[in-house]
């Protein structure tokens, strides 16, 4: 009995301990980013693998200026045997857990990306926090772009986008808020679309779309009244031209608040309310003085909530209910939903949307008046 | 009397913690509203769990096939009795495979799952060799780890949740409510029907308390794993497997604090562990009882061995697993947790009646 439980206990710790599943870092293929690239019925994926030796290892980005990644290429039917065939190339066991961000091209976009998202939520490895990207490039080129501050471009882009609710550029989109998007009431969806100037990333806007498929795309500007509606913002310059004269503020506080209405004809149209804190960075022309601060919050309402109906024109245009109305409706009024629920693109072309800017200047920095005598 | 009241409660609470894994079962049928079954389960449990409580009022310090044999006759008695311990058999197996397909599948994906499952109930086994009431003494400082690590993920989960994936509310049939109602009513709070096996060790009033504040301490934990889950994932916990684990993964302050799903997922090894123990226990006891065995630890590893059998050959994956616990599961249960003790009750207050009569 004594030898007996020695045995079992042996067992145990050899079992109990992870030894059976574990892997040795020098065994792993640690992705860092994944790019689907489609053309026609022909499958390419690239897979960013760190090369954990180059890592931290100095300017250059290695010990002997190698860089800390490589690309892999790889051909086949389905994004799961793409990535399975980075092992048949490395010989290592390709741990997806450490992934930051998939990036797609138009074309894999365009024709539907509902298989890859159901790749990247069923992993069990894979986290629903992979950050999703558009490019007109191809993925190969963006995991081989210039990272001046990171060592590896799939860092750089997953940081680009953590950093958009402190820009007015963009929104982060992972594949859970993609697939939440997805699951709602005829709602679209944006993901941040990039593209290359002189080998580095560029955020140029957003690609809409409509369910799993990319139907358009919204330029930074359009973008921009996109994101005073549904973004969470939390920092970003705005420039104001009053009188030939530039003003720049910053975003402090964000609060967008928006919501459906049904007014006493049965018609149901949309509110949307934006409050916020803006700090003023520059006024070299004195502005805040010269017509004075009340004078200038006007404009500037004036200003955001003409780009808001810009944008909302566009969007309305292309028939993607990219804010979610349709969502709010249902969410507030479910059987009202469900009445118009059939011909809602129509409805949504056509959807009354009330827009108040109400901002406020809480900050005027370090000087009072202008350099400018 | 062996066991305390404290002890007790917090392991009844540790039970019905047990269920975090199985969360899907109700997140599958009612989606964002996960919360409303799980309310209405949580309230009607204390109607199922009244039933238990008057049978041990009216058998004092009696575990359950005594009371069986006291009512219905030896003959009778054993029968239902014998049908219990193939009840307790199936949720203890189902329970196993739980854990073992979970671990297997996100923690230790090379290690076979039988491998696990024979390792996790020798473990288990040996507990039970310890006793009851030793395995209740250990609740209070298992229920302080799960409780800080639930709040502490609630809090760091804070700025992912939003209120709107709440709405709309009731929007869901009440067929589907009362379905997914039944899912959590039967698994895991009928379960603790399971109790009555132990009714015997602890004194009759502390054992009605300790059961209410089981009830009541493991609903309120089960709430805020569904909430949180329902908060942070919004629609999408209708295809998630196991939500409670995947809103751990996003977990991510900095960059700093990330990967905290590995620690959670050794909590659900131990309430994994505490729950299979217990109806581990309750197996034995009952098995040897009924083979006339004054106690039950020569039967213990038998009984570990069958369980091990019948789990590794009860499943073939995980799917299998989680479309008997969405779809059939409640119903299996259904006799054992709320009819057959109904009508011990029937019966009892019947014969008192005429009894009394007479």
Redesign the interface.
Known sequence: MKYFRIT?SL??IM??S?C??SRELDELAVVMGIGIDKSGDHLECCTQVIVPQNVGSGEEGGAHGEKPYTNFITEGKELSTCISKVSDTTGKYVFMSHNLIAVLDEDAASDGIYKYLDYL?RD?QL???VCLFVTDKSPEEVFNAEAPLFEIPSINLSKISEGFPESLSGQNVTV?DF??NM??KKKGSLVPFITLVDGKIKVCGSAVFNGDKMTGRLDEEDLKGVLWIIGDLKGGDIVLDINNNTLSLRIGRIKSKTFPVLDKNGEIYIKAEIRGDLYLVSDDANMINTIGMDAVVEKLNQSVEKEILTSLSKTKKMGVDIYGFGDMI?????AVWRAIENTWENRFKEIRVDISADFSIIETGSIIGSVKK | MDINRRNMAFTVALFLGGAMLLTSYVTDITSWEAWVPALLAFFLSFAVVSIYLKLTKKYPEKHLPEIFVCVFGKCAGYAVSWAYVFFFLVIACFNTYSVSSFFVGYVMPETPDIVFTVIFVFICSRAVRLGIENITKISIFIFFLISLFIILNFILLLSQMKISNFLPLFDHSFYEYLQAAHTELMNPFGETVVFLMFADKIKNNDFRSALIWGIIIGGVMLMLVVIRSVAVLGVTISISAVPSYEVLRLINIKNMITRIETLYSFLLLILGFFKVSIIYCAISRLTAYLTGLKTEKSIINSVGAFLACMTAVSFTSGFDSVNWGTKYAAFFATPFVFIIPCFLLLVITVKRKGEKAK
Do not use: H, T
């Open positions: 079992v067992m145990m079992v109990l992870g059976w599943s939520m069990n986290r629903l926090s859970l697939i939440n699951m709602c249902y969410r507030k009024n479910p």
